[in-house]
């Protein structure tokens, strides 16, 4: 009897002996792990639907030559869907981890939607271990050895960070902590190699010990978790590069993999410098978990560094996942309007109100995409039409409301932004598709190439397309 439910890998559906099988449904888990061309093995079958599982916040496919990389190959195919302005489906519940150590990645990397499954009380283990808050059990483990080039010429290592992971880990170890339990992540296969053989051959405990506990890179545990993680960051020079750490999903990656506990151990002075490892590192300080000398007398990190700055972007909605091609729309109207009035100059920030759940753009079943056509089509019209920002317009005053420039469904987002922008032109002006400015015409085609629209995300694949939609609209 033929099986309801056939397993494979993505390149193994190719395989011929299911050249005869037709199937109703293709379901892709870890599709944003997989590349575009291995994600349509499987739907070349031929199906009727296809469902992604997967989290395009985290690391997606692995791609090791970097002429493949530049031209796309590492962008995903959910993540693609989500560019084009299908909105995901979010499980917002997670049974994993701690809710302390949740909320950082919640409110960073997933807009505040996270749920949290599993109660303090169910993620509590009553060991004797120095967690600075015992209601709280994490810590960011300030240290200030330099990074060295690894043994390969092409990774980086840290000895200090080697040495304190040592201290750490035998601290566990002698408290009781199952060694299969514990996990050693690091960005730098560099990095990793040594922690191995430093824990191996200078660890004070039996070395069979330290051979049970898993060390690997970031990468590596992806869709992993142990009871306790410790992260070693690595990076610290003088010239404040951080390298991979620069990539927030990897951050995000290396935060959620721990159930009971997370150590962070890296040089505030040299992660500072780059916004987001900024803001985690005010995470820990405002819960005084910032902390630096002995495991078993851990005072305060005294150093002072500024608050975090966001990355300046035009994109209006833009967070730090924009700058990987992230949805922006899928801010939630708080934390829009907070990076909205967050950027000195941004031509948006006086558009705040915009965002304000009570207007009329929210009444769109098309939601994000709604919002940030609105938004666009506001600017566009304060913009082009030469009032400047004393003017407060809305999406009512625009004519937008019920209009076909925020009805786009299946749409992307450039088009909804050169649609909703025409409408504004044409409303300001009285004239379709053209605006007057300073006595001078702007023809939809002369909008469409104005910088404005590079600025909120509108990029060249899509002005064809674009252009079309609003030719298509007079």
Same mark, same amino acid.
């Given at each position: 009897m033929a099986a309801d439910v056939v397993c494979c890998t993505c390149v193994t559906a190719g395989d011929a002996r299911l050249e005869r099988l037709s199937f109703h449904s293709v379901l892709i888990d870890e599709s944003t792990q997989a590349t575009e061309p291995e994600c349509l093995i499987p739907l070349m079958v031929g199906c009727r639907q296809?469902?992604?599982?997967? %989290? /395009?916040?985290?690391?997606?496919?692995?791609?090791?030559?970097?002429?493949?990389?530049?031209a796309? =190959?590492?962008?995903?195919?959910?993540?693609?869907?989500? @560019?084009?302005?299908?909105?995901?489906?979010?499980?917002?519940?997670?049974?994993?981890? #701690? +809710?302390?150590?949740?909320?950082? &990645?919640?409110?960073?990397?997933?807009?505040?939607?996270?749920?949290?499954?599993?109660?303090?009380?169910?993620?509590?283990?009553?060991? %004797?271990? +120095?967690?600075?808050?015992?209601?709280?059990?994490?810590?960011?483990?300030?240290?200030?050895?330099?990074?060295?080039?690894?043994? !390969?010429?092409?990774?980086?290592?840290?000895?200090? *960070?080697?040495?304190?992971?040592e201290k750490i880990v035998t601290k566990m170890l002698k408290i009781g902590v199952h060694p299969n339990t514990i996990?050693?992540?690091? &960005?730098?296969?560099?990095?990793? $190699?040594?922690?191995? /053989?430093y824990l191996h051959y200078s660890g004070?405990?039996?070395?069979?010990?330290?051979?049970?506990? *898993?060390? $690997?890179?970031? %990468?590596?545990?992806?869709?992993?978790?142990? %009871?306790?993680?410790? =992260?070693?960051?690595?990076?610290? !020079?003088?010239?404040?590069?951080?390298?991979?750490?620069?990539?927030?999903?990897? @951050?995000?990656?290396?935060?959620?993999?721990?159930r009971y506990g997370?150590?962070?151990v890296g040089n505030p002075k040299a992660l500072c410098k780059q916004p987001l490892w900024n803001q985690l590192l005010h995470f820990y300080r405002d819960q005084h978990l910032l902390v630096e000398g002995p495991l078993n007398n851990l005072g305060e990190y005294m150093l002072q560094f500024p608050r975090p700055k966001v990355p300046?972007?035009?994109? +209006?909605?833009? #967070?730090? =996942?924009?700058?990987?091609?992230?949805?922006?729309?899928?801010l939630n109207s708080s934390q829009l309007n907070g990076q909205l009035n967050t950027h000195p100059g941004n031509q948006f920030n006086y558009l705040s109100h915009v965002s304000n759940p009570s207007q009329p753009c929210f009444d769109n079943p098309n939601g994000p995409t709604a919002l940030v056509a609105a938004m666009a089509a506001a600017a566009a019209a304060a913009y082009f039409g030469g009032s400047g920002s004393n003017t407060r317009p809305n999406v009512s005053t625009l004519g937008l409301h019920g209009?076909?420039?925020?009805?786009?469904?299946?749409?992307? /987002?450039?088009?909804?932004?050169?649609?909703?922008?025409? $409408?504004?032109?044409? #409303?300001?002006?009285?004239? &379709?598709?053209?605006?007057?400015? !300073?006595?001078?015409?702007?023809?939809?085609?002369?909008? =469409? !190439?104005?910088? @404005?629209?590079?600025?909120?995300?509108y990029i060249g694949p899509n002005r064809q397309y674009a252009e079309a939609n609003a030719s298509s609209s007079k």
């Amino acid at each position: 009897m033929a099986a309801d439910v056939v397993c494979c890998t993505c390149v193994t559906a190719g395989d011929a002996r299911l050249e005869r099988l037709s199937f109703h449904s293709v379901l892709i888990d870890e599709s944003t792990q997989a590349t575009e061309p291995e994600c349509l093995i499987p739907l070349m079958v031929g199906c009727r639907q296809v469902v992604l599982v997967g %989290d /395009h916040c985290q690391l997606g496919p692995v791609i090791t030559c970097k002429k493949a990389a530049s031209a796309g =190959l590492t962008q995903s195919l959910f993540e693609r869907f989500v @560019l084009l302005g299908i909105r995901p489906i979010r499980l917002q519940v997670q049974y994993r981890m #701690h +809710p302390a150590l949740s909320a950082f &990645p919640s409110n960073v990397f997933y807009e505040g939607s996270l749920q949290n499954g599993v109660t303090a009380e169910d993620r509590c283990k009553k060991i %004797d271990f +120095p967690w600075p808050n015992p209601d709280r059990p994490m810590f960011f483990y300030c240290t200030s050895g330099q990074e060295e080039i690894s043994g !390969n010429g092409v990774s980086y290592l840290n000895r200090t *960070e080697a040495a304190t992971v040592e201290k750490i880990v035998t601290k566990m170890l002698k408290i009781g902590v199952h060694p299969n339990t514990i996990g050693v992540i690091t &960005p730098y296969e560099g990095q990793r $190699a040594y922690l191995a /053989h430093y824990l191996h051959y200078s660890g004070s405990l039996n070395a069979k010990l330290y051979q049970e506990i *898993e060390i $690997a890179s970031v %990468d590596a545990f992806q869709g992993r978790e142990k %009871d306790y993680i410790i =992260l070693s960051c690595v990076r610290a !020079n003088e010239n404040q590069g951080i390298g991979f750490l620069n990539d927030p999903r990897r @951050l995000n990656v290396a935060l959620t993999r721990a159930r009971y506990g997370l150590i962070v151990v890296g040089n505030p002075k040299a992660l500072c410098k780059q916004p987001l490892w900024n803001q985690l590192l005010h995470f820990y300080r405002d819960q005084h978990l910032l902390v630096e000398g002995p495991l078993n007398n851990l005072g305060e990190y005294m150093l002072q560094f500024p608050r975090p700055k966001v990355p300046y972007t035009f994109k +209006p909605g833009g #967070h730090y =996942l924009a700058q990987l091609s992230a949805n922006p729309a899928l801010l939630n109207s708080s934390q829009l309007n907070g990076q909205l009035n967050t950027h000195p100059g941004n031509q948006f920030n006086y558009l705040s109100h915009v965002s304000n759940p009570s207007q009329p753009c929210f009444d769109n079943p098309n939601g994000p995409t709604a919002l940030v056509a609105a938004m666009a089509a506001a600017a566009a019209a304060a913009y082009f039409g030469g009032s400047g920002s004393n003017t407060r317009p809305n999406v009512s005053t625009l004519g937008l409301h019920g209009s076909s420039a925020l009805n786009q469904p299946g749409a992307s /987002h450039a088009a909804a932004y050169a649609v909703a922008a025409a $409408a504004a032109a044409q #409303h300001q002006s009285s004239q &379709p598709y053209s605006s007057q400015t !300073n006595g001078s015409s702007h023809s939809m085609h002369q909008l =469409l !190439n104005q910088s @404005l629209f590079d600025q909120v995300g509108y990029i060249g694949p899509n002005r064809q397309y674009a252009e079309a939609n609003a030719s298509s609209s007079k």
